[in-house]
């Protein structure tokens, strides 16, 4: 059975945590301050669709699909993007927190991340060649065998990588936030 395709509308302050969202084709669609939490957005597609001041926090997204999809403003907490449809996976976030979220074994070449928060986040063994981590907090994010070529650090703090366990590859740091590589070294730096 195919799912029903639905585009260019915007929904506005639903609440699909008890009641989940219909099954469908979404594409060009704006999810404005929505609340998805601990429900289930499994099976959906989402494609050029825009999730704005919403909270997704624990959903169900096995098997769903984000293509090109944006999220603003919004709490993504435990989200487990691996369970994801991860052939056309593109997505980008703007001051979202995605605590304890994971993006395991994931390919996310060229990702945004802006002004978002990843405390205890989940990026191993993740591909995130190219991609800008601006202004994120990466507090006891977890980095291992993640490949992090030529990602931009600049703004970045609160993390902790180790080099000889990740593949860092023209990575971008500043002098200020470089220590986050050295910290397993138990060495102070004045």
């Known amino acids: 059975m195919q ?27 704006v999810f404005r301050n929505c609340t998805f939490s601990n429900g289930f957005l499994d099976n959906q597609t989402f494609m050029e669709c825009d999730f704005v001041d919403c909270d997704l926090t624990n959903a169900n997204v096995k098997h769903t699909t984000f293509k090109e999809c944006f999220f603003l403003d919004s709490k993504l907490i435990g989200l487990r993007f691996e369970d994801c449809d991860t052939l056309f996976l593109s997505i980008g976030f703007t001051n979202c927190n995605l605590g304890f979220a994971s993006f395991f074994e994931l390919s996310l070449s060229k990702t945004r991340f802006k002004e978002c928060s990843f405390e205890q986040t989940d990026f191993t063994e993740t591909n995130l060649t190219g991609s800008t981590f601006h202004n994120c907090n990466l507090e006891k994010a977890i980095f291992y065998q993640t490949i992090l070529e030529k ?20 990575a971008r740091f500043s002098k200020e936030n470089s220590i986050g590589l050295l910290k397993k070294y138990d060495i102070v730096v004045t």
């Open 3 to 29: 799912k029903p395709f639905i585009a260019d509308k915007e929904y506005i302050g639903e609440d699909y945590s008890q009641t989940p969202l219909p099954k469908a084709q979404y594409e060009n669609c």
């Open 151 to 170: 990602v931009d650090f600049n703004t970045a703090f609160n993390f902790e990588i180790d080099p000889e366990k990740n593949h860092l590859k023209k």
